[in-house]
Each structure stands twice: as structure tokens, then as C-alpha cells.
């Protein structure tokens, strides 16, 4: 009697309607929020590194534009700058060196033109005192003094003006300059780095949309990756299903050809409801309105855009 109990039972469980009953689940799909990479301005493609399906990482070139110009630019900038400096310093330190020697050979045959003129002089002044020369010769020696020491003192004037730096004004004058001229190098340096474009992060290159050589447009993709830690499953929840959710829940997922043990975390309800989507995304239609649900799944690399999927709760 009682192997024939069991064995009822055992038939009961498996018959369609009895027995334990099924976790619910809800369908969905997986959708990757792509990153799109774009130049900031239009020009030839020089350089498209990268293929479809390729893994990149971050910081890894996927395209170069044409540089020509704007190394033009950059190279221009930097003479500037460059020029800017030099000028700055030049102040800074006074005269160049060998305008100073000059000066200083002048000083000296000034210096030995003023002795000679005062020995002159004198010898002129002793024989006036002795009636020997008329007063004319002595007046004609005291201005030959008086032109050296003249002369003497215009070039020590000079040479202390050469040995000092500029002026304060000229000085600021210098350095708003090569302020200027240093920020318009780094703006040319900028526009020629910005004709690299390098992968915002980790992923896989999903599409191309130009090839080398042609003439891209700015702002517009030339690349898509996929997989940049963005992976997520949809899926639509009643009004009455989404009681039971909450924003960072974690969710079973389960998709043909799949590893077991996916999962997701929940990241967003949609406020506003929406009819009932297709019936491949919906297990019944017993609800007209449903909340579109996204979660991030916790395992990037494991579902691939478009891909139907299943999502339980954990229990």
C-alpha cells in the first residue's frame, strides 16, 4: 500500500499544474550603451589602427587625423615662445657681453685721451705763465680737457647702463610676452594632441565608420566600442511585479549558451509606464501597462547585444 502511495505521488508531481510551482521570470534583451569615438574637428584619417571586433584598452589609438597643419601651428607657436624667452632673459641680465667690452675699450682710450689732454695742459699753463704762448693755446687745451672728461664721463654713464638689467616696466612688458606666447603653444599643442583620438576605456571595437583616408566630419563617430563596463539586460516588470523590486537587487540572468550564475544589478526604473512590449519580451499579457527595468550585469563579457535573455529573482 504504501510503495503504491509513493508511487502516486511521484505521478501527481509531475503532472502539468501539481507540484512545486516555478520561480517567476521575466524575458528580456541585452543592450550595450556604446562609446562613441569622435574628433573634435574634420580632417583626412591618416591612421584607422584598429579592426572590427578588436579588443582595445584604455588610452590605446584608434585613429589619427592628419597633422600637418596643425603641427605647423605648434612648431610656429613654440618659435614664438622661444623668441619671447630669449627677449625676457636678454633684460633680465642687461647687455650682451660683448657690447659691454666695447664699451669698456672706449672707456679706456677716452680715459687715456683725457690724461694726455690734462699733461698737455699743463705744460700749456707753464709756458703761459712765462709769456712764452699767447692765451689762445691755453684756451684751445682747457677745452681738449674739457672735451675728454666729457667724453670720459658719457661712456662711464653707458657702460653702468648696459651692466643693469631693464627697467621694471619693460620687464613686465617682457614677461606678459612670454606668458602669452607660452599659452598660445599650448593651445597649438592641444589642437594637435586632439588629432589622436585614444579609447575612453577598456572594450571592443563594435564598428568602423570611415576608413583611412577618408574625410571625417567633426563630432561625428568614426568608432564604436562595446563591452566599456556598460552591458545591461531590459526587461518589463508590472505595476504589481515592481513592488517587489528595488534600485541595487541583484537579479538571476539565464540565456541560451550562457555560463550559469549571471547576474544583474538593478539601476534604473522607468517613471513612466509603457503598453505592453512585443510578446518576444514578455512571458504573458495579462497587464497592459509594464515599467521598462534596466540592470547592470555583474559579468561584462558574458552576454552579447541583442541577446534574449531570462531574469529571476534571487532567492
Not at 508531481?13 to 562613441?36: R, T
Not at 588629432?195 to 577618408?214: C, H
Amino acid at each position: 500500500m504504501g510503495t503504491v502511495l509513493a508511487w502516486l505521488t511521484g505521478l501527481v508531481a509531475i503532472l502539468p499544474g501539481f507540484g512545486p510551482a516555478a520561480p517567476p521570470a521575466w524575458n528580456g534583451y541585452a543592450e550595450d550603451d556604446y562609446l562613441y569615438a569622435a574628433a573634435a574637428t574634420a580632417g583626412p584619417i591618416a591612421a584607422l589602427p584598429v579592426t572590427d571586433g578588436q579588443l582595445v584598452r584604455k588610452g590605446e589609438v584608434l585613429f589619427v587625423l592628419d597633422t600637418s597643419q596643425q603641427q605647423a601651428q605648434y612648431d610656429a607657436a613654440r618659435a614664438r615662445a622661444d623668441a619671447a624667452e630669449a627677449t625676457l632673459a636678454n633684460l633680465q641680465t642687461g647687455s650682451r657681453q660683448e657690447e659691454i667690452d666695447v664699451t669698456k675699450a672706449q672707456l679706456m682710450k677716452a680715459e687715456a685721451d683725457l690724461s694726455l689732454a690734462q699733461q698737455n695742459l699743463a705744460r700749456t699753463q707753464d709756458l703761459f705763465d712765462r709769456g712764452l704762448t699767447p692765451v689762445a693755446t691755453l684756451d684751445q687745451s682747457k677745452a681738449t680737457v674739457k672735451a675728454a672728461q666729457a667724453a670720459v664721463d658719457q661712456l662711464t654713464a653707458q657702460l653702468k647702463v648696459q651692466e643693469l638689467p631693464a627697467r621694471d616696466a619693460q620687464q613686465i612688458a617682457a614677461e606678459a610676452n612670454v606668458a602669452a606666447a607660452n599659452a598660445d603653444a599650448a593651445s597649438a599643442k592641444v589642437a594637435l594632441d586632439m588629432r589622436t583620438v585614444t579609447a575612453p576605456a577598456d572594450g571592443r571595437i563594435e564598428q568602423l565608420y570611415y576608413k583611412a583616408g577618408e574625410v571625417a566630419a567633426a563630432g561625428a563617430p568614426v568608432v564604436s566600442l562595446s563591452g566599456a563596463g556598460s552591458m545591461k539586460v531590459l526587461f518589463y516588470l508590472s505595476e504589481a511585479d515592481r513592488q517587489h523590486f528595488a534600485l541595487g537587487q541583484q537579479v538571476r540572468v539565464s540565456c541560451d549558451g550562457c555560463a550559469a550564475g549571471l547576474t544583474a544589478t538593478i539601476s534604473r526604473f522607468a517613471s513612466d509606464p509603457q503598453f505592453t512590449p512585443p510578446i518576444i519580451y514578455s512571458r504573458d499579457e495579462r497587464s497592459r501597462l509594464s515599467f521598462l527595468t534596466e540592470a547592470r550585469l555583474d559579468q561584462q563579457n558574458a552576454v552579447r547585444p541583442g541577446q534574449p535573455v531570462s531574469i529571476e529573482p534571487l532567492q
